[in-house]
């Protein structure tokens, strides 16, 4: 199933290869090699400076010669909360062991990240390191942080990634019209789709709902009238009560919703190829046929979306507390057997299945990874290789030089791209966390924690007394190890995950990417200027719609459309196309 994985991302990489080149509009916007890349992908690598205090070169662990302090700031996320275990014995100590460097962690949590890194950076306290960042506009202006395009050549790993997986076009996506990038990508040899739902299978088979003959082809409206069954069938055997929800969610509220309804409302609105939740982005969705950009949220497709969201409301299956409640809430319910449906990615799938078993036994449910439903595509959410990545303050060139400078992004590269630093980051250090062995089906060398411990981050699970290496050492967190290749990736599937994709290759497709759109300095503080009103008005209105505060009718619908359009929702499309078409 390992080899038919591979072959399932793979594909998908060649199709994104296949329909990510576009004819440029003009010079400025012609995709051209990142520094340190010929224009046919060759990389050229920078010789050896006698004078730069570090080795260079693939294969090589980053060490500065002399110890060194790096500040960076850390998303810190409450159900794995930032341990002092982690700096003094586990990945922060591992890291300064490895490579002489110390990285003076300023932790934010996890729900206020985004706003937290904006005011110390509007107030030049900006940390050298600046990780998990999505969109890097609002930082540009201004030059607090560095063009880290003006670095890449310094960075071995970073650049045998971009030429061995072709990675251009991907980057083209983040280039401004000056020619240059401000954020360290994580980069993905293919997309991967990594949240979907999970269904207490026990229950809907009861009820007659055979989802695994289901999902291929059912839609979410075909799932709303499928719980509707289902909730029926859990009222008329006393499992909860017509005034119940069935479906509580997590990743959708105030600790991670980010105010837009989060992973549920991405999902669904990818279905219907408008951007929403954590996609909702600049707003914007590109018209092929007519090679031109339009503002997504006052669309049919749109309206369709949010009808068919608020329909699980209406129908008293989704809790609309799901959009304001903490991420454990979901969860506590469905363990609890109070709800037979949640949403999951693939490291929450084993601890999921873990807190069932202590709360309601093992043997007593029995749980399924779902291919989630289309809309009027039958599109993955993810098509795009590139993923969150690093911003470099200005303030690191400040304070260290060019030379400190250029030995941090050489220590940057080693840590967010170097397969070292991939394994140690997610896995901890062979021997004392995790071994090597054979696989009896493939007789490939696999990764498996040594016994005595567990990880929720790899969704490995094991017995209560075991030792979760996330919690306890920091390893297999969030902010260190977006991206990587198909085979780093997979590293930790079960074979129920690699049963999940297999099927997912086989009943999706992965979309185009959109073509690149570069603005300079000027145009992109307009942008910005035009896009925060309109985006919070839209993420509002959203919310309220799927909630069911508003009614879905004609009155209120031509009320937010009226208000997107007097906040400039055309002229906003028109200047994006003004930018785009040169």
């Known amino acids: 199933m390992l080899k038919k994985l591979l072959c399932v991302l793979l594909a998908a990489m060649m199709l994104l290869?296949?329909?990510?080149?576009?004819?440029?509009?003009?010079?400025?916007?012609?995709?051209?090699?990142?520094?340190?890349?010929?224009?046919?992908?060759?990389?050229?690598?920078?010789?050896?400076?006698?004078?730069?205090?570090?080795?260079?070169?693939?294969?090589?662990?980053?060490?500065?010669?002399?110890?060194?302090?790096?500040?960076?700031?850390?998303?810190?996320?409450?159900?794995?909360?930032?341990a002092d275990t982690w700096e003094t014995e586990g990945v922060f100590k591992k890291i300064t062991d490895l490579t002489n460097v110390k990285l003076d962690v300023t932790k934010f949590d996890s729900g206020t990240y985004m706003d937290s890194v904006t005011l110390a950076v509007s107030g030049g306290e900006a940390a050298y390191i600046i990780p998990k960042i999505y969109d890097e506009s609002k930082f540009i202006t201004g030059g607090a942080v560095l063009a880290v395009s003006d670095y890449v050549q310094y960075m071995p790993y970073y650049q045998d990634f971009?030429?061995?997986?072709?990675?251009?076009?991907?980057?083209?996506?983040?280039?401004?019209a000056d020619g240059k990038y401000y954020r360290l990508p994580g980069m993905l040899e293919a997309p991967l789709?990594?949240?979907?739902?999970?269904?207490?299978?026990?229950?809907?088979?009861?009820?007659g709902y055979d989802v695994a003959a289901l999902e291929k082809d059912w839609t979410w409206n075909d799932l709303c009238d499928i719980l509707v069954g289902v909730k029926a069938y859990m009222v008329q055997e006393g499992m909860c009560k017509e005034s119940d929800y069935i479906w509580s969610d997590l990743w959708a509220g105030t600790e991670s919703g980010q105010g837009n309804g989060g992973?549920?409302?991405?999902?669904?609105?990818?279905?219907?190829?408008?951007?929403?939740?954590?996609?909702?982005?600049?707003?914007?969705?590109y018209?092929?046929?007519?090679?031109?950009?339009?503002?997504?949220?006052?669309?049919?497709?749109?309206?369709?979306?949010?009808t068919v969201a608020n329909r699980f409301i209406k129908e008293g299956i989704l809790d609309p507390e799901s959009f304001t409640q903490d991420d454990k809430v979901g969860p506590d319910k469905f363990y609890n057997g109070k709800t037979a449906i949640i949403s999951v990615n693939r490291s929450q799938v084993q601890n999921f299945r873990n807190n069932l078993d202590s709360i309601l036994g093992a043997g007593n449910h029995e749980t399924y990874v779902c291919v989630y439903p289309k809309g009027n595509n039958d599109f993955i959410a993810e098509r795009n290789r590139l993923e969150n990545g690093v911003m470099i303050s200005s303030n690191a060139l400040d304070d260290l030089g060019e030379e400190g400078v250029i030995q941090l992004f050489r220590f940057v590269d080693w840590l967010f791209y170097s397969p070292e630093a991939y394994t140690l980051i997610k896995w901890g250090v062979e021997g004392e966390t995790f071994e090597y062995v054979t696989d009896a089906a493939t007789g490939l060398k696999v990764k498996q924690l040594l016994p005595g411990f567990k990880c929720g981050g790899l969704g490995i699970g094991g017995a209560d007394e075991d030792v979760d290496i996330r919690l306890q050492w920091g390893y297999a967190g969030g902010v260190f190890w977006y991206g990587g290749t198909v085979a780093e990736m997979s590293d930790n599937f079960s074979p129920e995950i690699i049963a999940y994709y297999d099927r997912l290759g086989a009943y999706r497709k992965v979309s185009p990417i959109n073509p690149p759109v570069q603005a300079d300095t000027d145009q992109s503080d307009q942008l910005s200027l035009m896009q925060t009103?309109?985006?919070?008005?839209?993420?509002?209105?959203?919310?309220?719609?799927?909630?069911?505060?508003?009614?879905?009718?004609?009155?209120?619908?031509?009320?937010?459309?009226?208000?997107?359009?007097?906040?400039?929702?055309?002229?906003?499309?028109?200047?994006?196309?003004?930018?785009?078409?040169?």
């Open 17 to 82: 290869s296949l329909t990510a080149c576009k004819e440029p509009q003009d010079e400025t916007q012609a995709t051209t090699a990142p520094q340190g890349t010929t224009a046919a992908g060759e990389t050229t690598v920078a010789p050896t400076e006698p004078d730069l205090p570090y080795a260079f070169g693939l294969g090589e662990t980053f060490k500065a010669d002399a110890p060194v302090t790096y500040s960076m700031f850390f998303s810190d996320a409450s159900w794995y909360a930032f």
């Open 162 to 176: 971009v030429t061995k997986y072709a990675m251009e076009p991907d980057l083209a996506t983040i280039t401004r």
């Open 193 to 207: 789709q990594d949240y979907t739902l999970m269904i207490r299978n026990d229950i809907f088979k009861a009820a």
């Open 263 to 285: 992973n549920i409302l991405k999902l669904i609105g990818a279905s219907y190829g408008v951007p929403s939740g954590w996609a909702v982005g600049n707003g914007l969705q």
């Open 287 to 306: 018209d092929a046929a007519k090679d031109e950009w339009y503002f997504a949220a006052t669309t049919d497709q749109y309206k369709d979306f949010i």
């Open 533 to 582: 009103p309109l985006i919070d008005k839209v993420n509002e209105w959203t919310l309220r719609f799927v909630m069911g505060k508003d009614e879905m009718n004609d009155d209120n619908w031509n009320k937010f459309v009226g208000e997107c359009e007097s906040l400039g929702s055309e002229e906003y499309a028109a200047f994006y196309n003004e930018i785009y078409k040169g």
